[in-house]
């Protein structure tokens, strides 16, 4: 796969069918792995903004005493929240007006990735409806075990052969449901199909 460090670009280099497996990958941990990068993306933000701000102002990374009356702390403060929340309304336009170009539509590609990553989670979800209640719910089961058969099938009490041809016509169901669509989704976003 690529770039495995970084699951945003992994995701949004990647077609439908690779995205499921993303998805299906890190199925446990997907939210936690976005709002992780979501986090990290807004402390790089900060930086890039703060680095701007000292060469506007000529410094050379040695903080003088100014006669300003300011609380750097509640403006750090403030900042980290606008970020934060720009970052996950996607409105970043306020936020990074002051950064190159290529800095902004960096981000803005980026946060769109992250909005997509977490509907298709959300869509893929959803498919799990498509499967009865039982079949779901340990298809959840599997996935969140890390796709381990032997205890699953213990835990459940039939044989691993049987639970691997339930996951296998289960996870076919979820998949098919949820790249059917998400090829619609992205045909009209106009995004890797």
Same mark, same amino acid.
């Given at each position: 796969?690529?770039?495995?460090?970084?699951?945003?670009?992994?995701?949004?280099?990647?077609?439908?069918?690779?995205?499921?497996?993303?998805?299906?990958?890190?199925?446990?941990?997907?939210?936690?792995?976005?709002?992780?990068?979501?986090?990290?993306?807004?402390?790089?933000?900060?930086?890039?903004?703060?680095?701007?701000?000292?060469?506007?102002?000529?410094?050379?990374?040695?903080?003088?005493?100014?006669?300003?009356?300011?609380?750097?702390?509640?403006?750090?403060?403030?900042?980290? @929240?606008?970020? $934060?929340?720009?970052?996950?309304?996607?409105?970043?336009?306020?936020?990074?007006?002051?950064?190159?170009?290529?800095?902004?539509?960096?981000?803005?590609?980026?946060?769109?990735?992250?909005?997509?990553?977490?509907?298709?989670?959300? @869509?893929?979800?959803?498919?799990?409806?498509?499967?009865?209640?039982?079949?779901?719910?340990?298809?959840?089961?599997?996935?969140?075990?890390?796709?381990?058969?032997?205890?699953?099938?213990?835990?459940?009490?039939?044989?691993?052969?049987?639970?691997? $041809?339930? $996951?296998?016509?289960?996870?076919?169901?979820?998949?098919?449901?949820?790249?059917?669509?998400?090829?619609?989704?992205?045909?009209?976003?106009?995004?890797?199909?």
């Amino acid at each position: 796969m690529k770039d495995e460090a970084n699951i945003v670009k992994q995701y949004a280099d990647s077609d439908v069918g690779e995205r499921i497996n993303i998805l299906i990958k890190h199925y446990p941990n997907f939210i936690r792995l976005v709002e992780g990068y979501e986090q990290s993306l807004g402390f790089i933000i900060k930086q890039e903004k703060e680095c701007r701000r000292r060469s506007s102002l000529g410094e050379l990374g040695v903080r003088v005493q100014s006669s300003k009356k300011s609380d750097p702390t509640a403006r750090e403060a403030i900042d980290n @929240i606008m970020i $934060m929340q720009a970052i996950q309304s996607g409105e970043l336009s306020a936020i990074i007006s002051d950064l190159d170009a290529d800095v902004i539509s960096l981000y803005e590609a980026e946060i769109r990735t992250i909005r997509n990553m977490k509907e298709d989670y959300s @869509i893929l979800q959803s498919t799990f409806f498509y499967l009865e209640p039982d079949a779901a719910e340990t298809l959840k089961k599997y996935l969140s075990c890390g796709r381990r058969t032997e205890q699953l099938a213990y835990d459940l009490d039939i044989k691993p052969e049987a639970l691997k $041809m339930q $996951m296998y016509r289960s996870k076919k169901v979820v998949v098919d449901q949820t790249s059917n669509i998400l090829v619609r989704k992205y045909r009209f976003e106009g995004g890797k199909v």
